[in-house]
């Protein structure tokens, strides 16, 4: 939903941006307190930015795919609030983010696309909320197709949904079997 509505701002990125930079599995873009000195934009695989608790374990913010904005919320940030780690083999582009700003602020056209992807990040955001505060894992699964158009990810990419929901990978496969679908 939110590359469809904010492609332009996504091809003005790509257009402007350095050569894109490739990223193994597991490799770190950025972490949590780095200086912010760049925007990315993830061209190929996904990239997880995501922020360590006190005992070390991991809590997921954003799993973003192709032609998704990594960490909006830094861009106006002395630091990045988490880490941006590949989640499998991939490539982004990478912006000066001085000057994505200064094209911000003389390109209305940057500045319109910017603003429509911001609005469209707080209504997922938003509707992801919902989808947590429910109570089971069919009410979560069933928020979750109505945001996505009632279609199931890739078989392979079941358990990254089951974390996205919030659930076990196992609740998410059982509710799938009643559901006559195989996990």
């Given at each position: 939903?939110?590359?469809?509505?904010?492609e332009s701002i996504y091809s003005i990125v790509a257009e402007s941006?350095?050569?894109?930079?490739?990223?193994?599995?597991?490799?770190?873009?950025?972490?949590q307190g780095d200086a912010v000195a760049s925007?990315?934009?993830v061209a190929a695989g996904s990239v997880?930015?995501?922020?360590?608790?006190?005992e070390g374990a991991p809590l997921i913010l954003q799993r973003a795919g192709p032609g998704s904005f990594l960490a909006e919320a830094s861009v106006h940030s002395a630091a990045y609030h988490c880490a941006a780690v590949a989640a499998e083999p991939s490539s982004v582009f990478e912006m000066n983010r001085d000057a994505f700003l200064e094209l911000l602020a003389t390109r209305?056209?940057?500045a319109l696309a910017w603003s429509r992807h911001l609005a469209s990040a707080v209504q997922s955001a938003r509707y992801r909320a919902e989808i947590l505060a429910l109570k089971t894992v069919a009410e979560r699964l069933d928020g979750w197709l109505a945001w996505n158009?009632?279609?199931?990810?890739?078989?392979?990419?079941?358990?990254?949904?089951?974390?996205?929901?919030?659930?076990?990978p196992e609740a998410l496969y059982r509710e799938l079997a009643k559901r006559g679908r195989r996990a």
């Open positions: 939903m939110i590359a469809i509505m904010s941006a350095r050569a894109a930079r490739t990223l193994a599995r597991d490799a770190f873009l950025f972490h925007v990315f934009v997880e930015l995501t922020r360590f608790q006190s209305p056209d940057a158009g009632d279609a199931l990810p890739a078989r392979g990419k079941w358990k990254d949904l089951a974390h996205e929901i919030g659930v076990s």
